[in-house]
């Protein structure tokens, strides 16, 4: 059963009584000390000042706040404040003792009272303080602070006021902070770290280091990575200075700070070109990237932002986020619908004079479309083709279309139909050169913490405690941050001339092993292996997913060219005229009519994508319902 705690006004009443005891006690003794006479009896004057000097102290401890602070999380502050009020009460001895004319009381008397009142009022108030500081360190998980700098200063006074950690060192790079002692804790250096792990049972290191660049973040984080301890970080300084977080908001290390990069600054101009008092409409604005799109849209002063999706709970979600964020003078409509209704978004476009558009909705997760192929090549192709016609014909001026690099030598059908619908606009921009809308497409690789990122699946499974499932030793992936990448898709869209295809930037591949290691490692825990039987969390190889590859490429060919920012190229990829384009389009609606997924794969195999399946039979998941069910029949007749 818990401990039931005092009311604060009891509280309160026990503090007061206490110094009705220590005031009066501490000026006998004073006095006493001084004659030397034990016990010292005191007269009728001398008991005026008892009485006076001790209700004027309490009044005056009343006014600085002494019982309003609670003890046990008493800081320097409260310690300044007793000393006050003790100098203070010293004064009004020395006052009263003049007023009363009280010859037994020497005039030394208040500077000799003062060192026995803060003795006992201090004291006190120091005992109970000690005494619950002793108890809560007894459940306090004991931390190391990485960065002595003010946040980490700042970071180690709110720590210490909670129950949950106890600071024990701070940790730093700067030689000059080396062996110095902050608000009582020693500063060491780094690599010293693992020695006081056994030694002090650390638990958890907390970087304080909100405006460190994320180049230096991630080499302490590696460095960190490989010790048995949690490692979690505060807010970074622009949400610390909004007041949208606060110092003591400990998180889980970003995925972004382990794979991330320093960013580069945008360009305000590229950013304008296509936003800036423009109504923009962005397809599959409930998704990872089309809902960052519109957060960064909204940022830089559209006229009106339409958003459009197929989900009603996503648009719902999305919209109600932006409302709180909207900048007075922005209209925002939100409208359900979905990419494949030619006629639908035409009307939204020509209603709203629509003036630029992101086509972000799509079908992204491999194995799904895999296993689902008509629905992704209506979504994904037909739904690019009927967006784009309907901007033309609405003379939108700008549409970007976010493509993927798996669209570069595709082994699966999600990547085959991106890379025919980055055709089926390189073919509208050919066909309507030099009038209307200027089409374009950027190619980038996963983003982190989008809906199908391996990062939310092997947080889950960390904190399930495992198994983390990585389909194979060898996978390698290309990550961006999704507001990284969103920024740079509109300043790509801002480059378009007609037909462009623009590849991101995406820094170096990653292993997928390595990042769930590391992120098993940073989460406090150990891998579980041949290495190490003993571990936490086993590290489980399922195999390749259909249509899966094991590296990807943002590339077809090497005909690549820098354009004015630093992290955008343009490709010059192989394209089909229109003509072709509209053929084989009108064969793939057959073919999906049909429900014929054989004859829509050989149209994507004859289609100029690059597309070469890793399986020889589709892995429709009806379609080979269908097949089993014939096939069923067939034996049957014989």
């Given amino acids: 059963m818990a401990k039931k705690e005092l009311s604060k006004n009891f509280k309160q009443f026990l503090m007061i009584l206490a110094d009705l005891v220590w005031l009066p006690l501490s000026l006998w003794l004073a006095i006493s000390l001084r004659w030397g006479e034990q016990p010292y009896h005191t007269d009728y004057q001398e008991l005026i000042v008892y009485i006076l000097n001790t209700l004027f102290s309490v009044v005056v401890f009343l006014k ?49 009272y003062w060192g026995i009142a803060l003795f006992f009022v201090g004291g006190s108030r120091f005992i109970i303080w000690f005494y619950y500081q002793s108890l809560l360190k007894k459940d306090k998980e004991k931390v190391a602070i990485y960065g002595a700098g003010d946040a980490g200063r700042q970071l180690l006074t709110a720590l210490r006021q909670g129950s949950e950690y106890e600071p024990v060192l701070f940790l730093d790079d700067n030689r000059k902070l080396k062996g110095q002692v902050i608000n009582g804790l020693k ?28 180049h230096q973040k991630r080499k302490i984080i590696a460095d960190l990575e490989p010790l048995p301890v949690q490692v979690k970080t505060i807010p970074v300084l622009a ?26 600054a945008p360009d305000n101009q590229l950013f304008d070109k296509c936003i800036k008092n423009k109504v923009v409409f962005v397809s599959g604005a409930g998704g990872s990237i089309g809902s960052e799109l519109c957060r960064q849209i909204i940022k830089h002063q559209p006229r009106h932002l339409v958003l459009f999706e197929l989900s009603e709970y996503a648009l719902y979600s999305i919209e109600q986020e932006l409302k709180k964020i909207l900048p007075e003078g922005i209209q925002m409509t939100a409208l359900l619908g979905s990419v494949q209704d030619k006629k639908r978004l035409q009307s939204i476009f020509m209603v709203y004079g629509v003036q630029t558009v992101y086509h972000a909705a799509a079908y992204k997760h491999v194995p799904i479309v895999e296993e689902n192929i008509v629905e992704g090549i209506r979504n994904n192709i037909f739904g690019t083709y009927r967006a784009a016609e309907a901007a033309f014909d609405s003379g939108v001026e700008t549409f970007v279309l976010i493509s993927t690099d798996k669209a570069v030598r595709p082994t699966n059908v999600m990547g085959a139909t991106k890379r025919f619908s980055e055709m089926v606009l390189q073919a509208l921009a ?40 990585v389909t194979h030793p060898d996978i390698v992936r290309y990550f961006m941050t999704i507001p990284e990448a969103t920024q740079l898709v509109i300043q790509a869209g801002a480059l378009g001339q007609g037909g462009d295809v623009f590849v991101l930037d995406m820094g170096e591949p990653v292993k997928i092993a390595d990042l769930a290691r590391k992120m098993i490692h940073l989460s406090g825990y150990e891998v579980k292996d041949e290495n190490n039987p003993n571990g936490d969390i086993e590290l489980v190889y399922t195999g390749l997913r ?26 010059q990829e192989k394209m089909l005229s229109y003509d072709t384009i509209h ?28 597309y070469v399946p890793d399986k020889e039979q589709p892995v429709d998941l009806l379609w080979c319902e269908l097949k089993k069910k014939e096939n069923n029949v067939i034996k049957a007749q014989f």
């Fill in 430 to 469: 050919d066909r309507h050169t030099m009038q209307g809308t200027r089409f374009c497409m950027v190619r980038f690789g996963n983003v982190l913490g989008s809906s199908g990122s391996v990062v939310p699946l092997f947080k889950k499974q960390i904190k399930q405690g495992g198994p983390v499932t």
């Fill in 583 to 610: 053929r084989k389009m009108q064969l793939l609606d057959e073919a999906c009519n049909d429900f014929n997924i054989a004859w829509v794969r050989e149209i994507l195999l004859e289609s100029e994508t690059g």
């Fill in 64 to 112: 600085l706040g002494l019982y309003r602070a609670v003890i046990r999380f008493m800081g320097i502050e409260a310690f300044l404040a007793v000393i006050k009020g003790i100098s203070i009460s010293a004064l009004i001895v020395g006052t009263l003792v003049f007023l009363t004319r009280a010859d037994g009381i020497p005039r030394s008397i208040p500077f000799i």
């Fill in 187 to 214: 500063v060491y250096r780094p690599h010293h770290l693992e020695k006081f792990i056994q030694q002090e049972g650390i638990k958890q290191v907390l970087l304080a280091m909100p405006s460190i660049a994320i």
């Fill in 239 to 264: 949400d610390i200075v909004s007041g949208k977080a606060k110092i003591a908001e400990l998180r889980e290390v970003d995925i972004q700070d382990l794979l991330g990069r320093d960013s580069v």
């Fill in 546 to 571: 259909p249509g899966e590859k094991l590296y990807e490429e943002l590339l077809i060919g090497d005909n690549v060219t820098g354009t004015q920012h630093p992290r955008i190229m343009r490709a």
